[in-house]
């Protein structure tokens, strides 16, 4: 079945560039999400990308997506302390369902 | 501002007493969704309603049912909740099969 794989923790300093990357396995998936989780609140969406698109940037963040090799990332420029979060890659099956990946936690040292 | 509506935010129940949680929405989605969350894992999802279609994941437990009496309005209703059903309960909602759009979730905990 359809699988979606991400490291479980990123540690960067302030103001440094942050990237979190993704493998997914369902070559049909039309769309890719990033929604990003704080502690004891839900998700919030922060970006997606078609899949025929091999880049989008939305102010700091960047999305890359190589289709070719089922690989996504997120790069957060400037990293402040308030990106300090669970980020969850999402693809979009078939049906419309998504299959999450099980979170990449960010944390930022001052 | 349109937005997904999730109440309580924190529930407390004992174990095996009924208890339901709630999920509004001013999008107009045709769609509502209610997500399972453990610490630490990603959400999983129970099941959904496509307009008044309820689809049930194959793997959730009949001990979860859920309503849907009008399009803004989702319920989960857990029957006789167990230690194990202690989670983050989050709702989503789309148009079709667009991008979702979460609640802030409620925070389920059994004694």
């Known amino acids: 079945g359809e699988d979606v794989e991400q490291s479980l923790f990123l540690s960067v300093r302030e103001g440094d560039s942050s990237v979190i990357n993704c493998t997914y396995t369902?070559?049909?998936?039309?769309?890719l999400y990033w929604y990003k989780q704080e502690p004891g609140a839900g998700l919030q969406l922060l970006t997606y990308?078609?899949?025929?698109?091999d880049m989008k940037q939305d102010q700091r963040l960047t999305v890359l997506l190589n289709k070719k090799d089922k690989h996504l990332s997120l790069r957060i420029a400037d990293t402040q302390t308030g990106d300090s979060a669970i980020y969850f890659c999402?693809?979009?099956?078939?049906?419309?369902?998504?299959?999450f990946g099980k979170g990449t936690k960010l944390s930022v040292k001052p | 501002d349109a937005m997904v509506i999730q109440n309580p935010r924190y529930q407390v129940t004992q174990f095996g007493k009924p208890v339901t949680l709630s999920c509004s929405q001013t999008?107009?989605?045709?769609?509502m969704y209610w997500y399972q969350q453990k610490s630490s894992q990603a959400p999983k999802l129970l099941f959904h309603?496509?307009?008044?279609?309820?689809?049930n994941e194959a793997d959730t437990p009949d001990n979860f049912q859920s309503r849907r009496p009008n399009t803004s309005f989702c319920f989960l209703d857990i029957r006789s909740p167990g230690l194990g059903d202690a989670a983050m309960y989050l709702c989503?909602?789309?148009?079709?099969?667009?991008?979702?759009?979460f609640g802030p979730g409620t925070r389920l905990l059994v004694l």
């Open positions: 989503a909602t789309s148009r079709g099969k667009e991008t979702q759009y």
């Open positions: 369902d070559s049909s998936s039309t769309y």
């Open positions: 990308i078609f899949s025929n698109m």
């Open positions: 999402a693809e979009r099956e078939g049906q419309g369902n998504l299959i």
């Open positions: 999008l107009n989605h045709n769609v």
């Open positions: 309603y496509y307009d008044k279609d309820f689809n």
